[in-house]
């Protein structure tokens, strides 16, 4: 996967028409070995139960990011290093959640990027499905599935359409 730095991008094309929009910085936290990840949008919402990411992480990513909307929720983990595993053996780049996730020792020494609100020991119930393909909003961002998005140490961009770094 090409190193895209999110600095460069915005650099190249915050006044384009691909309405380039960057997430509040501040919120998320970085885990996985991948510090630099980008790729098409999936997403599924849910809140404090997790079937349907650890569903979407066990199936082909083909190089997209999962953006979990787990609202927030300081009452348990979304993911832990199974789910994270199975991302990373099925081709996902990535997953930003808007939750916490567990085990981040393990996760930090998978092969996948992951941005979350923090840490949280305990694990979510499984009660509740979620949404998948369904269009979710925080950081101040509307997540749209097939858009993209592109995360470094910098922060996180989504845009409409995919984005490359002009040559000089």
């Avoid at 849910?46 to 990011?65: A, D, K």
């Amino acid at each position: 996967m090409q190193q895209i730095a999110t600095a460069d991008l915005c650099d190249d094309h915050m006044s384009s028409p691909e309405r380039l929009k960057v997430v509040e910085p501040g919120l998320f936290r970085m885990y996985g070995k991948k510090k630099n990840f980008h790729g098409p949008i999936e997403t599924v919402k849910c809140f404090e139960s997790n079937p349907l990411v650890r569903e979407t992480l066990s199936s082909p990513g083909g190089g997209r990011v999962l953006v979990v909307d787990g609202g927030g929720s300081k009452r348990c983990a979304i993911m832990g290093d199974m789910l994270a595993r199975f991302g990373a053996e099925n081709g996902w780049n990535g997953v930003v959640i808007n939750g916490y996730i567990r085990d981040s020792k393990i996760i930090n020494g998978i092969d996948i990027g992951v941005k979350a609100l923090g840490t949280h020991p305990l694990k979510s119930l499984k009660a509740y499905r979620g949404e998948k393909g369904v269009q979710v909003n925080f950081g101040g961002v509307e997540f749209v599935p097939g858009h993209y998005i592109y995360s470094d140490e910098d922060g996180i961009i989504v845009s409409e359409t995919r984005l490359e770094l002009n040559e000089e």
